[in-house]
């Protein structure tokens, strides 16, 4: 059974950190693209970040330059470094596992970003 298992999210005020993590079980990790994903309230999901299985990554104009996804493939863990935080990155974040036809994803964790 493939579960993906994010953690790490919470309440920050603008301009914080947070990191997030999601570690996968029930697949060969290392051959899967990760990417995270978020949702704000009545919007669409849209991509954050994503990392091939070569290390190749991938980021949405709006996070550039303030997040960072990494993966280490020894904890079947992939990472989200979120600096510089805005209002307007609260959302439910999710993570995502993908190769051919095959994706799974997590059950998300909620990023509120507020003073």
């Known amino acids: 059974q493939v579960q993906l298992v994010e953690s790490g999210g919470g309440l920050v005020q603008p301009g914080g950190s947070l990191r997030l993590s999601c570690a996968a079980s029930?697949?060969?990790?290392?051959?899967?693209?990760m990417g995270w994903y978020r949702q704000a309230p009545g919007k669409q999901r849209e991509l954050v970040a994503t990392i091939t299985n070569s290390g190749s990554t991938n980021y949405a104009d709006s996070v550039k330059g303030r997040f960072t996804i990494s993966r280490e493939n020894a904890k079947n863990t992939v990472y989200l470094q979120m600096n510089s935080l805005k209002p307007e990155d609260t959302a439910a974040y999710y993570c995502h596992a993908h190769r051919a036809t095959l994706e799974y994803w997590g059950q998300g964790t909620q990023v509120t970003v507020s003073s």
């Open positions: 029930g697949i060969i990790f290392s051959i899967y693209a």
